[in-house]
């Protein structure tokens, strides 16, 4: 140690001064170099800033990588209670002025529910065919003008009339979502059977579900934490945070609202899509964030996502949502077709209704889906089928049917294009006409289903199931606490999935349920009975493609990614 001291006491260390002046000397002697140099590399720099800021990155090589959200952005914030009321609402687009207009109790609005004739008040009217919107098949749509002015028309997409916000129809983006957003929502509800009242219900109904977002973004089957009072009862004993997000999302989707579209609720749907993304596994792009029940929590979030991408084309969303769909192609049981709760399970129909619905929200987003999945979705279908048509659908082979698993076949079997007039769908849809909304039997999962399945077929059934439906969900919304705007599970009967689902299910549901004239176009045009049979000149409905035809489904997408092609089943 001694020596140390020793060697270092010998070391000069020059002064503050010294250091000063050996810097002066360096720089005069090469200042010039050092400032050419530093300019020639501004400019480089410059240079490549600008050519850079222009050039945007393939979408296939982008991470998959969604924003992080800060605290102060993150969904459950206190915000006012929607006071439902019996007071009429009337908007063309429900952003933030209509979703917190106030009106006075009292101003009801006439009821048409009890009338004998279409009215538009009430519920719905019949429209010539001119009017209706068709759907070329399950490869891409065609979907004529319906209401003030085009919805814009494309390939295999989920395009925006007016109203979705951001970049619509970019990318050969049609339209499977055509009447969400503003332009046409006056003219497709109406004429599609929605009321101001199923609108304010629809109001109360989101704010309900944004009251009860968790601080992380998501949803829980179990809300009670966001709670104000005893009001909210009914918890569900199901643990699926990730269906449940995905419940909550589909609610506002189907709105018109978006993360990246301006609202009261843009943040709340914003910290929701982050946390779907965030809690994927982004190997095998599994959405279900640890439920017991796999297939059933990743179908109900994938349907979000991919809805979430369709309507924005949010690039950072297009990984995550194709990995999503990815998921559900290998989870299929090769030999059934089917899916169940683990991926490779051979099937039931609750399950498997969620995934096909997945499949059909990403190729109407442009997304890959395979040929061969749907081929299995086929087989399934046709081994769950009884009935003397088979239009009656059961939830296993060896299980005898019912209304909630026909609802889902049928609905299954018209995004493979069978036609409404064949033998299994008259069988089916007359079974769903027995088995009308109802407070003595309460099942929300089937009224769901039953609702988009009878809106597809339009006409005088579609307007009697409407008119049950929309009578019994706005009568047994709740009107005051802090459960105002939600369904309760218990009351005024049980509901059959109240169990599991609690009033979070329920309320999401039921707000689905009300915004199906607007959720989806329907897939069918409506024709009158006794419709004149076709000139000779024309072709047939059934009459063959010939060789030099095209369809929609046969065009290829601007995203070069293949089309789901259309199928068709039963025996029409």
Avoid at 356 to 374: C, D, I, P, W
């Amino acid at each position: 140690m001694h020596q140390f001291w020793r060697i270092l006491s010998q070391i000069h260390f020059p002064s503050p001064i010294e250091v000063i002046n050996r810097w002066r000397i360096w720089l005069y002697a090469n200042w010039q170099w050092w400032s050419i140099s530093a300019a020639v590399h501004v400019v480089i720099f410059t240079t490549l800033a600008i050519f850079l800021g222009f050039y945007v990155l393939p979408q296939q090589n982008l991470p998959p990588a969604f924003e992080s959200v800060q605290d102060n952005a993150v969904g459950g914030k206190d915000m006012p209670v929607f006071d439902v009321g019996d007071a009429p609402l009337d908007p063309s687009t429900l952003d933030t002025e209509s979703l917190t207009q106030f009106e006075k109790p009292g101003q009801t609005a006439q009821h048409n529910d009890d009338s004998d004739v279409f009215e538009e008040a009430g519920g719905g009217v019949k429209s010539d065919s001119s009017e209706m919107s068709k759907l070329a098949g399950v490869g891409g749509f065609d979907v004529k003008t319906l209401g003030e002015g085009p919805l814009v028309t494309g390939l295999g997409g989920v395009g925006s009339g007016e109203g979705l916000g951001v970049d619509p129809g970019v990318g050969g983006a049609g339209v499977g979502i055509g009447g969400r957003g503003s332009g046409h929502r006056d003219a497709i509800l109406g004429a599609m059977g929605g009321t101001k009242q199923t609108e304010r219900a629809v109001a109360a109904g989101l704010n309900w579900i944004a009251r009860h977002q968790k601080r992380e973004g998501n949803w829980s089957i179990n809300y009670r934490y966001r709670c104000k009072d005893k009001s909210c009862s009914g918890v569900g004993s199901s643990e699926s945070d990730a269906g449940a997000t995905g419940m909550a999302l589909l609610a506002f989707f189907a709105a018109g609202q978006t993360h990246m579209s301006k609202g009261l609720y843009q943040e709340t749907i914003k910290s929701g899509v982050n946390w779907l993304v965030k809690n994927q596994d982004a190997k095998t792009g599994d959405l279900s964030a640890g439920s017991k029940e796999i297939m059933y929590s990743h179908g109900i979030a994938a349907i979000a996502l991919c809805e979430a991408y369709g309507m924005t084309h949010e690039r950072r969303l297009a990984i995550p949502a194709q990995k999503a769909v990815d998921f559900i192609e290998r989870a299929q049981n090769p030999t059934s077709g089917g899916w169940r709760y683990n991926p490779g399970d051979v099937g039931d129909t609750s399950v498997f209704g969620w995934q096909v619905m997945a499949l059909k929200s990403a190729q109407m987003a442009g997304l890959r889906v395979n040929y061969n999945t749907f081929s299995g979705v086929e087989k399934w279908l046709r081994s769950v089928a009884r009935g003397e048509k088979g239009g009656l659908f059961c939830y296993v082979p060896e299980k005898s049917h019912s209304p909630s698993m026909t609802a889902v076949g049928l609905l299954c079997n018209q995004y493979l294009k069978m036609r409404p007039d064949s033998p299994a769908m008259i069988e089916g849809s007359a079974y769903i006409m027995q088995n009308l909304p109802r407070n003595e039997d309460r099942d929300i999962y089937y009224w769901y289903y039953g609702a988009q399945t009878m809106h597809n077929l339009l006409g005088p059934d579609w307007d009697k199931w409407n008119r049950a439906m929309r009578r019994t969900l706005i009568e047994t919304q709740a009107r005051s606490g802090c459960a105002m705007g939600s369904w309760d599970p218990d009351s005024p009967t049980a509901d059959a999935w109240g169990p599991q689902g609690g009033r979070h299910m329920l309320t999401c549901f039921s707000v689905l349920s009300l915004e199906v004239y607007y959720r989806y176009l329907p897939l069918y045009q409506y024709e009158p009975p006794h419709s004149p049979a076709p000139k000779a000149d024309e072709k047939k409905p059934d009459e063959p493609k010939k060789a030099d035809e095209k369809t929609t489904a046969d065009a290829p997408s601007s995203r070069n990614v293949p089309l789901v092609p259309r199928l068709r089943l039963g025996t029409s």
